[in-house]
């Protein structure tokens, strides 16, 4: 069966996770480039998460839970995921 719109549950759940991310980022009081930094990935990458326009990788996930100096399953959680 063909999608109707070009939105999915798969695109909220992006936006969530990215707005987890970034709610934890504020936590910290850190900034994004500080963030990209310490996982070793593009500032500009980093933003297109935050925003939900990637689909980040569990191993990209593990490192921006390890700059954020929390768990993965956290962030998820914070997510509703």
Known sequence: MARVS???????QLKLLGQAIR????V????QEALADAAHMDRAHMGKIERGERNLTLLNLL?????????ASEIMASAGL
């Open 23 to 26: 709610d934890r980022r504020e």
């Open 28 to 31: 910290v009081e850190i900034s």
């Open 63 to 71: 490192k921006i839970a390890s700059a954020l100096q929390c768990r």
């Open 6 to 12: 070009g939105k999915t549950d798969k695109d909220q």
